[in-house]
């Protein structure tokens, strides 16, 4: 018994270092997301919310903002309050967060996408349900330098050739914690 809670306590203790990691340090805080991520002041929201850690998404007009499509899962999620106005729940009919979970991420299977890549940065990004409700439409911004993600199926290749969803992080060279092929 000790030792399975011993387990279980250091698997919790790698989930939040993990979350740090993958969420990226920033030093300021503001409504809605930016290209620089800020976890202080984490919360544990509890509810339906939108996972776009492994989006594809699309540049809309005037080149700042995507377009991404996530799919919408429910239980425990991570925000920063301080870019939802301060509620795990919009006020808007229609309207959920982007926030992040581990749900469907692999240990070891982050892609590492070097300066220059362009991707999306959801986190905490208002949504809007599609119809039927287990999707939802983000619109989030479109951000340029190195980041990792848990989607693009670990193929370096897919860094250049898609906007994908991830977190700033400093990364020479591509790969990261993909499993060797």
């Known amino acids: 018994m000790q030792r399975e809670c011993f387990r279980r306590g250091v ?8 979350v740090v990691l993958l969420l990226g340090v920033a030093a300021r805080a503001e409504a ?7 976890v202080k002041g984490l919360s544990a929201c509890f509810g339906a ?3 776009c850690d492994k989006a594809v998404c699309k540049t809309l007009p005037g ?4 377009e991404c499509t996530c799919p919408v899962e429910e239980g425990v999620s991570i925000a920063n309050l301080s870019q939802t106005n301060g509620t795990c729940t919009p006020t808007q009919k229609g309207g959920i967060y982007s926030f992040f979970s581990f749900k ?4 070891g299977s982050l892609l590492a996408c070097p300066s220059g890549s362009k991707w999306a940065q959801c986190w905490n ?10 999707e939802a439409r983000c619109v989030c911004p479109l951000c340029t330098h190195s980041y990792v993600t848990p989607g693009g199926d670990c193929n370096p290749a897919n860094c250049g050739s898609q906007i994908m969803v991830g977190a700033p992080f400093p990364v020479k060279g591509t790969g990261g914690m993909c499993p060797a092929k």
Not at 11 to 18: C, I, N, S, V
Not at 104 to 107: T, V
């Open 11 to 18: 698997a919790g203790m790698a989930a939040l270092a993990a």
């Open 125 to 134: 990004a208002p949504c809007e349900l599609q119809p039927g409700g287990k």
């Open 63 to 66: 080149g700042t903002k995507v």
């Open 104 to 107: 469907g991420i692999q240990a």
């Open 49 to 51: 919310y939108a996972l």
């Open 32 to 38: 809605g997301p930016t290209c620089e991520l800020n």
